[in-house]
Structures are given as structure tokens and as C-alpha cells.
């Protein structure tokens, strides 16, 4: 896991995964905006390559991480993941008010909250 922890990890993933969405798009039909999302992956790449002055980029990107960190760290996964389950509330509301049968915001709430509490009974035991 030498890789993960290099400066070079997340630069490289961001645009592995814009050559994905790249190839994507182009499959989709559209390569021009397959162009785009390539574009801005790799400037999301290069800001977190180039960013290592900054405290937050260095946490970030893994390595300026410390204790402080990871609690911030931990806080925005679970501020994001709210945010997520949320709209996934909200669009499975939404479907089953048009009439439809709310998938796949269903399976996704689902998987959600599966893992939740598959989470919360992993951590209890091993705490």
C-alpha cells in the first residue's frame, strides 16, 4: 500500500477515473463531454498534486493527515453520507408519488441502511 499513502495516489486516481468517464461518454455517444470530465479530473489531479502547500490539500490527498484531521475527516463522511441518504429519501418519496415503484432509490436506501447497521453492530463488538 506504498502507493496510497504517495502524493502521487489521488492525482493519479483522478484521472484514471476521468479516462473512465472519458471512455464512458465517448461509448454514450458523446466523447465531447467525455473531453470535459477528462479536463476537469485532470485539473482536480493536478490542484491536489500541485496543492501541497495547503494543510487541507495535504489532508486530502493523505499525507498531512493527523488526530485533528481524521476527526474532521470523519465528520464530513458523515455530513456527506446524510446529505446522500437524504436525497435518496427524497427521490424514493418522489417516485412512489409519480406512481412508480421508487427503485432504484429503494435498493439504495436499502444498501444504506444495511450497512449502517451492519456498521454500528461490527463497531459495538469490536469496541
Not at 11 to 18: H, I, K, R, S, T
Not at 62 to 90: C, K, M, N, P, S
Amino acid at each position: 500500500m506504498r502507493l496510497a499513502k504517495s502524493k502521487w495516489f489521488v492525482p493519479l486516481f483522478a484521472v484514471a477515473l476521468g479516462l473512465v468517464v472519458f471512455a464512458a461518454q465517448w461509448i454514450g455517444g458523446d466523447p465531447g463531454s467525455g473531453l470535459e470530465s477528462l479536463g476537469i479530473m485532470t485539473a482536480v489531479g493536478a490542484l491536489f498534486l500541485l496543492g501541497g502547500r495547503s494543510e487541507t490539500i495535504r489532508g486530502l490527498r493523505g499525507d498531512g493527515r493527523d488526530e485533528r484531521f481524521r476527526q474532521i475527516d470523519i465528520h464530513a463522511t458523515a455530513l456527506a453520507g446524510l446529505a446522500v441518504i437524504l436525497a435518496i429519501i427524497v427521490a424514493f418519496i418522489v417516485e412512489l408519488a409519480k406512481g412508480h415503484s421508487g427503485n432504484p432509490y429503494g435498493w439504495l436506501g436499502a444498501i444504506g441502511g444495511l450497512t449502517y447497521l451492519l456498521a454500528i453492530v461490527v463497531f459495538r463488538i469490536r469496541g
